[in-house]
């Protein structure tokens, strides 16, 4: 017998949900607000909510938006591309090797707790102030996501796996590799690539703000004057590009692991 | 006839003991020959089997196998206790794993494939992936990959101890059903001596420590034999007396 109050079994359908979620939203706009006219925040330094509309309208109709948008995508495809890249490339081939792995262990010791962004200097000096410069800080924190998941992800393989490959003449590196390895360091590989998608987000608008063009200097340039409203525009732009990317990798890697129980 | 498998004073220690688990063991095996090795638990059986697989090397003694090399077969094959399946190849791609590079033509591996799926009764659920099947289904799918390979030797390992009772008696009739058929020699690993005597030929005992062959028993039973036969009870109270 269900003995649950009914309003409680509403808060859980979908319907409930979804009436829930925009309350939610509703509620914070409306104190956003109430904080905004009521001078409860320093008048000027709080965006006025109801207008982000116009906001974005004046962004696009002024040519602004779709170019930063789009150099920031620049930035964070190739970013994310060569990180994503390096990192799972040299963690696979590290955790198959010992001799690759004791030769760069001290290494990756040291350079690992360097935040991305601390290499901004070496970005500037090398790239000047140039899209590969953006693109060189956001590979250099996504590398690391990917290098230590895939690093991890191989070694811990079961090695059951390996006797089997064994016990059916299937030990050729690229044989092993294709059949074993890879697939089962699979979901913790993807695992790792979908935090960089994340990562790659959070240092891009930071590389950006050193002055390559794109979100991060359209924020930079509208927070100097005075618009937040206009940095609230680029904010919420980036959150749905970044739901955006990751419900397409949830898809792909949702079709990648399908062999694994739901 | 000639035995297929000799085992010829084998010892095996591990590298930080002094002391060998199993040590001087001789066993060999005849052509088509079904034989048990039941033992308590950590007297090496498992480990035997993995010596004569090549999956673990031994400190002493030898093991020889008189099996022609052919380029469409592996001389041996095995089945683990936990199956084994690949969790991310589809049942069939798991039991044409062991067959990329043998000398096979592309319909003579579909053949292949299809020969022991309808052996092992799993034509219907070739496309199923491994967490789809029940734990009787994964075993017959762990017996279909080794039969693929055409061995003359099947080793098996514990391969029905994880499933339940009624699920074993099934798996041990359609074994007896399929080595007939393919006239395969079986080295049966099991801590069940009522198993080994319901399948094998022969029944060879493991104990002590180190472990040695206690015991190498002819099950003269004619088959079909009964599970609940008095003969076989006998024979298998007697051989409980050896461990």
Redesign the interface.
Known sequence: MNREPKLSLWARSPLGRAVLGFTGLVLFVAGWKLAQVTGWAQAGTIPDPFLLPQTLEDEWSTGRLLPAILSSLVHYVWGLGLGTFLGFLIGAVTASSHWADALHAWLARILRPIPPLAWVVFAIAWFKVSHAGAAFVIAIGVFWVNYFATWSAVRNVEP??Y??A?????Q?HL?QAL??TL??S?PGILAGMRTGIGQAWMTLIAAELLGVPGMGQEMNAAAGVGAYEAVVIYMLIISLVYTLSDTLFARIEKRVL????S | MAPILNIDNLSFHYGNSAEPVFAGLNLRIEKGEFVAVVGGSGVGKSTLLKCV???ADSSAGSIFLDIPERRSC?RR??V?Q?G?L?????LKHNIA??L??LDLKREEREARIAEVLSLTRLSELADR???QLSGGQVQRAGIA?ALA?HPELLLMDEPFSAVDAITRQHLQDELLRIWEKTGAAVMFITHDIEEAVYLADRVVVLSGTPAHLALDQEVALPRPRGRNAEDLQQLAHAIAQEL
């Open positions: 059951k796996y006797e089997l064994r016990a059916f003449g299937q050729g044989n059949n074993v697939p089962a699979a399908q062999w694994r129980p | 697989a090549d999956l592996r094959a095995t683990f936990d084994r690949l969790p991310w190849k589809r794993y062991g990329k590079g992936w491994p967490h990959r390979v």
